[in-house]
């Protein structure tokens, strides 16, 4: 199925969220990247999804960079589980000062 990105996606934005909807508002793609610890300076990237009849079209990529630039602009810091999000980042190293190591992660955890 494929989903038409007009003059770019229409992203919608939540709490550490940020997804894509059809037409008929339906979610068919989302990344997340909850708090990790007590604070708000730290999130982690642990999901990209795109459903099956939306692949190939590069929505996760888009998906992606809009959220490692939510998270950007809003000047907190990451760490990624999400195995599609680590290759972005590898490919995308302009990107990687957002990154944080596991001793930068524990300073940063509790932090708001």
Request: net charge negative.
């Amino acid at each position: 199925m494929a989903f038409t990105l007009n003059d770019g996606p229409d992203f919608k934005y939540g709490e550490n969220r940020v997804w894509l909807e059809d037409d008929n508002g339906r979610e068919i793609a989302f990344i997340s990247f909850p708090y990790v610890g007590s604070g708000t300076k730290l999130v982690e990237i642990d999901h990209t999804v795109v459903l099956p009849e939306y692949g190939g079209q590069g929505l996760a990529a888009k998906l992606v960079r809009e959220g490692v630039e939510t998270i950007r602009k809003t000047n907190r810091r990451c760490t990624v589980t999400c195995s599609y999000a680590q290759a972005w980042f590898m490919k995308h190293t302009e990107y990687l000062f957002l990154l944080v190591d596991p001793e930068q992660a524990e300073e940063l955890k509790d932090q708001t």
